[in-house]
């Protein structure tokens, strides 16, 4: 058998044994967060007759958890390399919501949120907060006609610099968010114009 014969067999089983070797690598494994137990059991459709549709800005769509250091690179946006939502923001945010029974006035609406910010911010080392940014939209159940809009932009403190303490902020900002949609819906007007 030829030098070269033999070289090649032996390239051909190195390169399979590579191979297995890399089908056989652990995956990764990341921390998945959600939102928390929202706990409530009615569904804010069911209790108001109007539906909560959630969608979020591009860069938000995966599950990334994003954070950014306002004290070294504002412009930049960073992902945790270890930790990921248990499924994309916009979905997490409609289920909490629905879970929390926010209360629609005058029902015949629907109402249509857009996830536009979901970040840690850090303006320090030490010293970060949860960033929720969330544009909401009243419309009649057909059409685009929006009746009423309203940002709402909040903020709480995370208690560490790590994905863990973001995800618990979540918690009261949704309390937040929640109450306020609700107390804001209830100063919309009646029935009758949702249904135009």
Do not use: N
Not at 42 to 56: N, T
């Amino acid at each position: 058998m030829s030098s070269y014969r033999v070289a090649y067999k032996l390239m051909v089983v190195g390169l399979m044994l590579v191979l297995a070797g890399c089908s056989s690598a652990p995956r990764k494994e990341f921390a998945r967060y959600d939102f928390g137990d929202t706990r409530a059991v009615v569904a804010a459709e069911a209790a108001s007759g109007a539906p909560i549709e959630v969608s979020a800005v591009s860069w938000l769509s995966a599950t990334d958890m994003h954070y950014r250091l306002l004290y070294a690179e504002p412009q930049r946006r960073r992902t945790f390399t270890g930790s990921r939502w248990a499924a994309p923001p916009a979905d997490l945010l409609a289920r909490a919501l629905r879970r929390q029974s926010v209360a629609v006035a005058g029902g015949g609406c629907r109402v249509h949120l857009v996830l536009d910010e979901l970040e840690q911010r850090y303006e320090s080392a030490g010293a970060g907060f949860m960033q929720l940014d969330v544009h909401a939209a009243v419309m009649p159940q057909r059409g685009e006609t929006v009746l009423a809009r309203k940002l709402f932009s909040l903020r709480e403190a995370a208690t560490a610099p790590d994905a863990a303490a973001g995800a618990a902020a979540m918690i009261p900002l949704l309390s937040q968010l929640s109450g306020g949609i609700s107390e804001w819906l209830g100063t919309l007007p009646s029935k009758a114009v949702c249904q135009r």
